[in-house]
């Protein structure tokens, strides 16, 4: 029996999108959600197109560290053939976690990383990771503070794509580290869905303007199935490209560092 792909933020756009494909594939998914009810109906909606469909939705909140370890937990005796870091946030202002990490960090950076190496015991040994990061990711840069910001250096869209671009950083490392999995990217364009509205007057104009030519969910979830079905390593899915690494994220010194840094603050031995 294989096991079952992880799909973080089911409830989402994207998210629902794959999980839809996946449960039409055949294949069983855990539906990772912070939203039980939001979740519950993306899966019944799947449900009553496909009545077969395997889906179960266990819990996650990726602003917290505690909620992580403990879905971790409930995989106890579980196989995993993928697992999907799909969630994502665009906080409009600068907030802590209970955990003393900034907010758009913990969710979108740490949490995802503490979620994969808490399950690398359980996954299946040619198993696929996927994480989702974002075009904004080639216009930022990670230097000294970056994944524990300041107030001062917060910004709404730039710490978004540095916590994309730490997690690009981080799954290069660990792919050098564990060469035995299949870890990749998926980059889903401009998608319409609630992450392009940025809590700001100007989001009915853009709804208006912007969001028509935006690409659907549907649409955005193709790199990520093409990266879950992907026998390849540190590819790049973009549209319906498959692309090497590109080099400018190559930075085996920096992955090195902020690999060492992350566990360091995390408290989790590799
Ligand atoms: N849309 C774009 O143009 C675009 C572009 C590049 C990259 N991306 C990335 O694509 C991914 C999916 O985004 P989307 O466009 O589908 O947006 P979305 O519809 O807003 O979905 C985001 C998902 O993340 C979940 N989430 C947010 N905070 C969470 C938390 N603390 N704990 C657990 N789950 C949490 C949301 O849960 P709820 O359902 O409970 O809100 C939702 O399921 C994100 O990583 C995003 O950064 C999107």
């Keep these: 029996m294989p096991g079952r792909t992880i799909i973080t933020g089911a409830s989402g756009s994207i998210g629902a999108a794959v999980t839809r494909a996946l449960a039409e594939r055949g294949e069983a998914v855990v539906m990772a959600c912070r939203n039980p009810e939001k979740a519950r109906s993306v899966r019944e909606r799947i449900l ?21 370890r403990s879905f971790a937990a409930s995989f106890d005796g579980e196989r995993i053939s993928s697992l999907f870091n799909n ?3 665009i906080n409009r202002g600068y907030a802590l976690t209970g955990d003393g990490l900034e907010k758009t ?5 740490f949490s995802p990383v503490l979620l994969t190496l808490l399950l690398l015991s359980r996954m299946d040994p040619d198993a696929r990771i996927v994480n989702m990061v974002s075009l904004t990711c080639r216009f930022v840069s990670l230097t000294g503070s ?8 917060f910004s709404q869209l730039g710490t978004y794509a540095r916590s994309k671009l730490a997690l690009l950083h981080f799954f290069l490392e660990l792919a050098r580290r564990r060469p035995d999995l299949r870890i990749n990217v998926a980059d889903p364009g401009i998608v319409n869905s609630n992450m392009i509205s ?20 549907e649409m955005g979830a193709v790199p990520a199935l093409a990266a879950l079905s992907s026998a390849g390593r540190n590819r790049y899915f973009v549209g319906k490209r ?6 400018r994220y ?17 408290q989790q031995p590799f």
């Design 48 to 68: 009553a197109e496909f009545p077969a469909a395997d889906l179960e939705i266990r819990p996650l909140d990726l602003s917290s560290l505690d909620s992580v």
């Design 87 to 89: 969630a994502g946030a």
């Design 105 to 109: 960090f913990a969710v979108n950076y």
């Design 146 to 153: 970056a994944l524990r910001p300041a107030p001062e250096e």
């Design 198 to 217: 940025m809590g700001r007057w100007f989001d009915p104009l853009a709804d208006l303007l912007f969001r028509p030519f935006c690409k659907s969910p």
């Design 242 to 247: 498959c692309l090497e690494m590109p080099r």
């Design 250 to 266: 190559v930075d085996p010194e920096k992955g090195r560092q902020l690999f060492e840094e992350t566990l360091r603050i995390l």
